[in-house]
């Protein structure tokens, strides 16, 4: 029985690989670079969930915390006043 080869290089590969469902050898196959965040579900006790990096980007996006009032940058500006 002859054993699969990888479209992209041609060396053969596993048989297992193939019948796994991957149609490519393992130094072919793209690699991403996957990324993680801590996610707060409640209180707490956060997990680090697992994503893709446009996920992940997206995520940052609209869990952004904007600092208001003295707790942020227009604190840290000096556009506050401090009184004695």
Known sequence: MNSPRCPRCLKS????RKS?????C?????QI??????IYGHKTAGAVEIMHPDTYRNYKRVSSR???GTHG?????G?????R
């Open 79 to 83: 556009t506050t006043a401090v009184y």
């Open 13 to 16: 590969m596993p048989a297992e």
């Open 20 to 24: 796994a469902g991957f149609a490519m």
């Open 26 to 30: 393992v130094s072919c196959s793209p």
């Open 66 to 68: 904007k600092a208001k």
């Open 33 to 38: 670079a996957l990324k993680g965040a801590n």
């Open 73 to 77: 940058p227009s604190f840290q500006r």
